[in-house]
């Protein structure tokens, strides 16, 4: 395992969409994508955060609340989502120290791959949700402050850019 550097926007690889794993072995990827996350410390990581553009990413929503419940999401989609939604502030290990409030639905069905090869399939709600949900964005080449308003996003970025 080792702690990676993660990528900062407007890094270009952020925006990038991501291939497909299939059958190649992710192991030491997600490894070390559990290892630079719980470091950062974040509750959900990306590769292509990492710099490596293919869809994994690994979270662990409730780790900094109490118990820990890691998952490895091989290949992931949202197979269902609900009609209703929530805004939550969300937060970026790919663009420190700015939080946006984003609007999400409120539970999805999300299908993925575990490193056990086994094809999983989990309703997530709360937390849970949003943190796939984010974590899924990035596989797509989309930040968080993609999913904002054009006035919210420029402030954001003003933000942003005055920690820099």
Do not use: N
């Not at 292509?48 to 780790?63: K, S, T």
């Not at 409120?106 to 984010?134: K, N, P, S």
Request: proline share 5%; with cysteine.
């Amino acid at each position: 395992m080792a702690l990676r550097d993660i990528l900062r926007w407007p890094d270009p690889r952020l925006s990038r969409k991501c291939v497909k794993v299939g059958d190649t072995d992710v192991g030491d990827l997600v490894r070390d994508l559990f290892e630079t996350m719980y470091d950062a410390p974040g509750r959900g990581l990306a590769a292509p955060q990492i710099g490596v553009l293919v869809r994994v990413f690994v979270m662990d929503a409730g780790w900094k609340d109490g118990e820990m419940a890691p998952r490895a999401c091989i290949d992931p989609e949202i197979v269902a989502a609900s009609e209703t939604s929530e805004t939550r502030d969300e937060g970026c290990l790919s663009i420190p120290g700015v939080t946006a409030r984003v609007t999400r639905p409120d539970w999805i069905v999300l299908r993925y791959r575990g490193l056990d090869g086994a094809v999983h399939e989990e309703r997530l709600e709360g937390m849970e949700a949003t943190c796939a949900q984010h974590e899924l964005d990035h596989l797509d080449g989309i930040v968080t402050f993609d999913r904002v308003a054009p006035e919210a996003r420029r402030d954001l970025e003003t933000e942003y850019e005055a920690l820099l």
